[in-house]
């Protein structure tokens, strides 16, 4: 288990992280990243606190891409591995370092972050997430409209509704005993 290094006494003032998360993703299909995958949130050691600047998390070993997110309320500008920005998805490689940093306005670094990254044999449950095909989003998107169309009964739910309620005014104009069909 790694001791935390926490900024100085004399640094306590420097721009800090807000909120650091890593999610690490394994392919489906045989680690082909074509279909999809599935993204597993990573446990960093210790558990996060702004003054902490070094890290250690374990990830699964079938995992090859991590997910990186890091921001500040300082005003100060992010870099994940050098690259400006607040979220990064970067490939994985055994006993990896990735830094964060923050900069102050002539892109000097004000306050360095860094996670050690190591693999291992472990279970892992996430969330899967598909890559869709314009095809595939079309389909999903008519399979919702359709569903709204036809998502209510009049009859308890016994049976699904199939009438086009798009001319239905909703209203009348006796109280309710009938409904206005103009």
Same mark, same amino acid.
Do not use: W
């Given at each position: 288990?790694?001791?935390?290094?926490?900024?100085?006494?004399?640094?306590?003032m420097?721009?800090?992280?807000?909120?650091?998360?890593?999610?690490?993703?394994?392919?489906?299909?045989?680690?082909?990243d !074509?279909?999809?995958?599935?993204?597993? $949130?990573?446990?960093?050691?210790?558990? +996060?606190?702004?003054a902490?600047?070094?890290?250690?998390?374990? #990830?699964?070993?079938?995992? /090859?891409?991590?997910?990186? *997110?890091?921001? =500040? +309320?300082? @005003?100060?500008?992010?870099?994940?591995?050098?690259?400006? *920005?607040?979220?990064a998805?970067?490939?994985?490689?055994?006993?990896?370092?990735?830094? #964060?940093t923050?900069?102050?306005?002539?892109?000097?670094? !004000?306050? =360095?972050?860094?996670?050690?990254?190591?693999?291992s044999?472990?279970?892992? %449950?996430?969330? #899967? #997430? $598909?890559?869709s /095909?314009e095809?595939?989003?079309?389909? %999903?998107?008519? !399979?919702? $409209?359709?569903?709204?169309?036809? *998502?209510?009964?009049?009859?308890? @739910?016994? /049976?699904?509704?199939?009438?086009?309620?798009?001319?239905?005014? @909703?209203?009348?104009?006796? @109280?309710? $005993? /009938?409904?206005?069909?103009?």
């Amino acid at each position: 288990r790694r001791r935390a290094r926490a900024l100085p006494p004399d640094m306590s003032m420097q721009p800090a992280l807000a909120f650091f998360s890593v999610d690490a993703q394994i392919p489906l299909a045989g680690g082909i990243d !074509a279909e999809g995958f599935t993204k597993v $949130k990573v446990q960093v050691e210790p558990a +996060f606190a702004p003054a902490v600047t070094e890290y250690a998390a374990v #990830v699964p070993d079938k995992a /090859t891409m991590i997910c990186l *997110g890091a921001s =500040t +309320f300082s @005003g100060k500008a992010v870099k994940i591995n050098g690259v400006p *920005g607040s979220l990064a998805t970067l490939p994985l490689a055994p006993s990896a370092k990735y830094v #964060v940093t923050l900069h102050e306005a002539d892109d000097s670094v !004000a306050t =360095t972050y860094t996670l050690a990254v190591t693999q291992s044999a472990i279970d892992a %449950e996430g969330k #899967v #997430v $598909k890559h869709s /095909t314009e095809e595939d989003y079309a389909a %999903e998107r008519e !399979a919702r $409209k359709e569903a709204q169309k036809h *998502g209510h009964s009049h009859d308890g @739910g016994a /049976t699904i509704c199939t009438k086009d309620h798009s001319h239905d005014h @909703g209203h009348s104009h006796d @109280g309710g $005993k /009938t409904e206005c069909h103009e």
